[in-house]
Antibody, heavy 121, light 111 residues
């Protein structure tokens, strides 16, 4: 059974940093594309970042240059390093196992339970 | 404003049928990119309902179905139950934005 365990969320001041982690189990982690998706209070789901099996990375425009996605296949762990955090980054962040073919037609077949990030002074 | 447009809310009586639309453009759904649907109940993680336009993952009841035509897609739910109350999202890829995009979400209320 697939499990994605998110951690690392918390309260941080504007301009601060936070690192989210996601430990995966139940599948061969290195074989899959992985992503982060967030949901801000009162808003909908928003794609944040994706990393391929080969380490190619993609980012939503508002987080480019501030967030870094990475993976440690030896530990089946996905990371999201978030710097220069803003109030509008406040959201529940979900780790997501991503399925699909070699093109951009990817979807999320499993989600973590989410990690709350609150950016406030 | 989301690239994929969904109605903000729908309300339906138990046992009835509902369809939720997802309208895109020539750079996403109309370009041939697939549409996927998720259910997000309050306080829990989202769940995949439909992938690649009209495919159900194992464990998803056949009450849920998806379709796609032109620049739009739809999710249909039949035999509505109280447990179906949730937010529903469509998702695709946009070649102009070079990004994966979600619809704004539709809140389904079972009366």
């Amino acid at each position: 059974e697939v499990h994605l365990l998110d951690s690392g969320g918390g309260l941080v001041q504007p301009g601060g940093s936070l690192r989210l982690s996601c430990v995966a189990s139940g599948f061969i982690f290195s074989d899959y594309v992985m992503s982060w998706v967030r949901r801000a209070p009162g808003k909908g789901l928003e794609w944040v970042s994706t990393i391929t099996r080969l380490g190619n990375t993609y980012y939503e425009d508002s987080v480019k240059g501030r967030f870094t996605i990475s993976r440690d296949d030896s530990k089946s762990t996905l990371f999201l390093q978030m710097n220069s955090l803003r109030a509008e980054d406040t959201a529940v962040y979900y780790c997501a196992k991503t399925a699909g073919g070699p093109t951009e037609d990817w979807w999320i077949d499993y989600w973590g339970q989410g990690s709350l990030v609150t950016v406030s002074s | 404003q989301s690239v994929l447009t969904q109605p903000p809310s729908v309300s339906v009586a138990p046992g009835q049928r509902v369809t939720i639309s997802c309208t895109g453009s020539s750079s996403n759904i109309g370009a041939g990119y697939e549409v996927h649907w998720y259910q997000h109940p309050p306080g829990t993680a989202p769940k995949l309902l439909i992938y690649a336009n009209n495919n159900r993952p194992s464990g998803v009841p056949d009450r849920f179905s998806g379709s796609k035509s032109g620049t739009s897609a739809s999710l249909a739910i039949t035999g509505l139950q109280a447990e179906d109350e949730a937010d529903y999202y469509c998702q695709s890829y946009d070649s102009s934005l070079r990004a994966w995009v979600f619809g704004g979400g539709t809140k389904l209320t079972v009366l």
